[in-house]
């Protein structure tokens, strides 16, 4: 994994917008563009809340991402960890392997709880943090609407202090 580069946007929005037909891992309903991230990509800081991708054959295959949790200083030790994955990289032990990386990471940059929110119908990404030994602290029922069908969100989290 590395941190990710300005020049690495362009494919961190087309793996981000390839998940989102699926309604599996985003609530954005439609593709946002590379202007729409630039922003969100800029307030990442490699020394505190990094963006990381993942090569496969010289290209972006995979990026995960910590992010501050709710903006107030009491929670600055808690990120919330997004993480996706290209079509052709799911299944393959990608992300789990980022994910452990991301994971021994995270003291260094003073994180000592990291937060994931996940659709509770995306078993794949369900059973990979619960397997990297995050636990289910909370649910939030049919709080997401697409397609006029609601979604349950679940929330992990997992400690890294004794």
Same mark, same amino acid.
């Given at each position: 994994?590395?941190?990710?580069?300005?020049?690495?946007?362009?494919?961190?929005?087309?793996?981000?917008?390839?998940?989102?037909?699926?309604?599996?891992?985003?609530?954005?309903?439609?593709?946002?563009?590379?202007?729409?991230?630039?922003?969100?990509?800029?307030? @990442? $800081?490699?020394?505190?809340?990094?963006? =990381?991708?993942? *090569?496969?054959? /010289? !290209?972006?295959?995979?990026?995960?991402?910590?992010?501050?949790?709710?903006?107030?200083?009491?929670?600055? @030790? $808690?990120?919330?960890?997004?993480?996706? =994955?290209?079509? *052709?990289?799911? /299944? !393959?032990?990608?992300?789990?392997?980022?994910?452990?990386?991301?994971?021994?990471?995270?003291?260094?940059?003073?994180?000592?709880?990291?937060?994931?929110?996940?659709?509770?119908?995306?078993?794949?990404?369900?059973?990979?943090?619960?397997?990297?030994?995050?636990?289910?602290?909370?649910?939030?029922?049919?709080?997401?609407?697409?397609?006029?069908?609601?979604?349950?969100?679940?929330?992990?989290?997992?400690?890294?202090?004794?």
């Amino acid at each position: 994994m590395r941190l990710a580069r300005e020049k690495d946007l362009p494919r961190i929005v087309a793996i981000y917008n390839s998940t989102v037909p699926t309604r599996q891992s985003t609530a954005d309903i439609g593709p946002v563009s590379i202007d729409q991230r630039r922003e969100w990509f800029r307030q @990442h $800081t490699p020394g505190e809340r990094p963006l =990381l991708v993942e *090569e496969q054959d /010289g !290209r972006v295959a995979a990026w995960i991402s910590f992010e501050s949790f709710y903006g107030r200083a009491a929670y600055r @030790h $808690t990120a919330e960890i997004s993480l996706y =994955l290209a079509p *052709e990289c799911r /299944g !393959r032990g990608m992300g789990r392997k980022m994910l452990a990386e991301a994971i021994a990471m995270a003291p260094r940059l003073s994180i000592k709880t990291l937060l994931a929110f996940i659709f509770c119908h995306n078993e794949p990404s369900l059973r990979l943090f619960r397997a990297m030994g995050f636990e289910q602290w909370g649910r939030l029922p049919d709080v997401a609407e697409m397609d006029g069908r609601p979604y349950s969100l679940a929330i992990y989290g997992k400690c890294l202090t004794a």
